[in-house]
């Protein structure tokens, strides 16, 4: 019998970004957003110790968010609409710089969200990649189109050089443990619409309460 290692597949992950998807997609179930996060980096670490220092940063924010679902407001971190409410009413997100309230939710989940556009594009790009696509060219695309736009110098650089590392395009479908090349190539096709909507809507979200800038 396959080991629980072994049974980890990414199709498991991506389905929480189905799951978390509430009230004909009008709403976004932090638990299992976070969830979904946390598979992520799952498969991030078993690429090698050279993410380790996004792996880092993703845990901790994931971190942030589960103690604001485990604290005592925590019914109000339920879902991304009752968070926004909740900490803009209560004053507590720093709109123009980092202070008072340095780690709110509404700017940690703006970090994952950035980190959401990098991933949707990255798998599309795997998606719809030929056999000898180079996944490091994949991934440094996907990133420069999203992320690498709110990164400084020095973690653009660090990334370019961490994504050479990654494994050539067969490998890394191998390490998804969803099947065939033409099953992952399916699979992706099935999970990234929820990805998108989940992506698309907290834009909106975030677009409407003016905070896609949160220092
Ligand atoms: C598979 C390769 C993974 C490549 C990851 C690409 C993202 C590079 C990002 C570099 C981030 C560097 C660390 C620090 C950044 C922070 O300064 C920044 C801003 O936060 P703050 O508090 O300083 O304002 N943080 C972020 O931008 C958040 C970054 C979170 C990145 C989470 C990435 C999780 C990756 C999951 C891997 C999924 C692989 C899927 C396919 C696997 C198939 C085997």
């Not at 199709?11 to 009008?26: G, T």
């Not at 932090?30 to 980096?41: A, D, T």
Request: hydrophobic fraction near 40%; include cysteine.
């Amino acid at each position: 019998m396959a080991s629980t290692e072994e049974e980890f597949s990414l199709k498991e992950v991506l389905i929480h970004f189905k799951s978390c998807l509430l009230d004909d997609d009008k709403d976004v179930l932090l638990e299992h957003y976070l969830n979904g996060w946390k598979g992520l980096v799952r498969f991030m670490n078993s690429l090698g110790s050279i993410f380790s220092f996004v792996s880092k940063d993703a845990v901790s924010k994931i971190q942030i968010m589960e103690n604001y679902l485990k604290g005592e407001s925590g019914e109000r971190y339920r879902s991304l609409q009752s968070m926004i409410e909740y900490e803009l009413s209560g004053n507590l997100v720093d709109l123009t710089q980092r202070s008072g309230h340095p780690d709110s939710g509404c700017r940690t989940l703006l970090r994952l969200h950035r980190a959401l556009r990098w991933l949707q594009l990255f798998l599309e790009k795997l998606r719809i990649s030929s056999e000898d696509s180079k996944t490091s060219t994949l991934c440094s695309e996907a990133y420069n189109d999203s992320l690498a736009n709110y990164h400084p110098w020095i973690i653009r650089k660090t990334a370019s050089v961490a994504f050479l590392a990654l494994p050539v395009r067969n490998k890394f479908f191998e390490v998804m443990n969803v099947g065939t090349p033409e099953e992952v190539v399916d699979m992706l096709g099935e999970a990234l619409p929820y990805v998108s909507k989940v992506y698309d809507f907290t834009e909106e979200q975030y677009s409407q309460h003016n905070l896609l800038n949160l220092p």
